[in-house]
């Protein structure tokens, strides 16, 4: 991954909201099974690590996880980390709803031609001829 890339995954991951916190029991099974579920719903999460209270540091986590699920590290920050896994579910299911998006865009354009051109039928002109 280039430093482009994690620079913007870190600029998205901002704005988002830990979705798990890791503290006295460190890492269990439950936690890397639904790291991995939420990596294949939203590609790019946030982890707390509770630092007080986890027997191992932010990094060490982070690595552990990031080994666990197949996703890399993009950042660790105090106890916060950032963790990426591209989704091939989410990335198609993305590609179809714009798929969907231009489609109903093109038939809304198509349908107010249509409309305009009908409503242009109706109207009667009338054309004053001079005469000599």
Known sequence: MTGKERAAFRAKANSLEPL???????MSEALIKQ??????ARELIKVKVLLESS???PRETADELAAAT???VIQVI???IVLYRESPELREKLAKKEKNK????????EKY????????????YTVKVKRK
């Open 70 to 72: 197949g996703a890399e």
């Open 113 to 124: 031609y249509a409309e305009r051109k009908a409503e242009n039928k109706k109207r009667t």
């Open 35 to 40: 790291t991995d579920d939420a990596l294949r």
């Open 55 to 57: 027997p191992i540091t």
């Open 102 to 109: 231009k489609e109903a865009a093109k038939k809304a354009k």
């Open 20 to 26: 798990f916190q890791i503290g006295k029991g460190g």
């Open 78 to 80: 105090g106890g916060v």
